[in-house]
């Protein structure tokens, strides 16, 4: 019985010792309220932020930005943020932050998440067909692009995923690899005389010599868990996932260094599938529309659709038919080529306004 109440004892001194030993937070609490209804914002809007000091601390300073974006303030309280959004900001999904310094020279943060819409409507393209060239139907194409006056074309579904060289003219394939069962492949670019490509849900890009296509090494993601489309704009690559998300990676270490959002005006937009840089922007195919997005690559705002209604019923109809992906601009034409997923037929088009 004593050895049982010196236990009991020592447990409860223990006990005791542990809770009353718990150190709360000295930090105070600091808080941004945004006024008005939205915390959705267009590029050049005007916002309005509340720095709520809920413990009354004594405040010398406080810097507002977006990210890591300062943000000018023409409120003379440091409580009070009323600045406009920056064209240069991101689109998307982003953070407010106040860095408040408090108490002769003590510092902390609070953050407040926000929507960065356009502040331009997106211009309507539609297509003029130049010519129709032969396309193998059994191909699920996910990425076109010309390189050295050949198109590479990357397909996809396990089993039958591969690379090959084509004669885009006669849709004769003269070079083909195959991707191990294991593999759906996507999308691919060239930059630097090295052909990427993607694969779907492997966590796997493979690198090759766009001369003979031997593979010459791999890489992973890192926060972007899926392989969509793949371009690049001669300095960096850049890399759809399904989302909202297009990946901007470092061509050296294929590091995943920040990620622009699709938005227009009105809304985000997600699934941008197989991907081409040309003049300046992203043009991505919208998975299962037929249309193609024309992204600003700088903050992800979408400038253009193009309408492409009307394709899929000038090619064969078939069981396997499937949707609209695949574009290839030709510097030499300066026209595009696209197609579809089991189409028959590559066609060679130029984009016009509406």
């Excluded at 003379?76 to 240069?88: A, R, Y």
């Excluded at 502040?119 to 139907?137: G, L, R, S």
């Excluded at 849709?171 to 630097?192: A, C, M, P, S």
Aim: proline share 3%.
């Amino acid at each position: 019985m004593k050895f049982y109440n010196i236990f009991i004892i020592t447990f409860l001194s223990l006990t005791v010792f542990s809770c009353g030993g718990e150190k709360k937070s000295t930090t105070p609490k600091f808080s941004l309220k945004i006024d008005g209804k939205t915390e959705k914002f267009k590029l050049n809007s005007a916002i309005k932020a509340t720095l709520i000091n809920s413990e009354n601390k004594t405040i010398s300073n406080v810097d507002y930005k977006i990210n890591d974006e300062k943000l000018s303030n023409s409120s003379k309280n440091p409580l009070i943020l009323e600045t406009t959004i920056p064209e240069t900001t991101l689109l998307g999904k982003q953070n407010l932050k106040a860095t408040i310094t408090y108490d002769d020279g003590k510092t902390t943060t609070t953050r407040k998440n926000l929507t960065i819409l356009s502040n331009m409507k997106p211009k309507v393209y539609t297509y003029k067909i130049i010519n129709t060239f032969p396309h193998d139907q059994k191909a699920y194409t996910q990425g076109l692009e010309f390189f050295r006056d050949t198109l590479f074309e990357s397909t996809g579904q396990r089993g039958q995923s591969s690379l090959r060289k084509v004669d885009y003219k006669t849709g004769k394939i003269y070079q083909k690899i195959e991707l191990d069962n294991r593999y759906f492949g996507e999308g691919i670019t060239v930059l630097n005389d090295k052909l990427y490509m993607l694969t779907w849900r492997s966590n796997t890009g493979f690198i090759y010599n766009p001369n003979n296509l031997e593979r010459i090494d791999t890489f992973t993601y890192q926060n972007s868990k899926e392989g969509w489309g793949l371009c690049n704009d001669g300095e960096k690559l850049y890399k759809s996932d399904g989302t909202e998300n297009i990946w901007i990676l470092d061509p050296k270490t294929l590091k995943e260094q920040y990620a622009i959002q699709v938005c227009d005006n009105k809304r985000t937009y997600v699934k941008a599938n197989e991907l081409e840089y040309i003049n300046g922007k992203i043009f991505a195919n919208s998975y299962q529309n037929p249309s193609m997005m024309i992204i600003n690559p700088k903050n992800g705002a979408l400038e253009g659709i193009i309408d492409f209604r009307g394709l899929k019923e000038k090619v064969t109809n078939h069981s396997q038919i499937d949707v609209f992906n695949g574009i290839a601009f030709n510097t030499k034409t300066n026209t595009y080529f696209v197609t579809g997923k089991y189409w028959d037929k590559l066609f060679e088009v130029e984009i016009v306004e509406k």
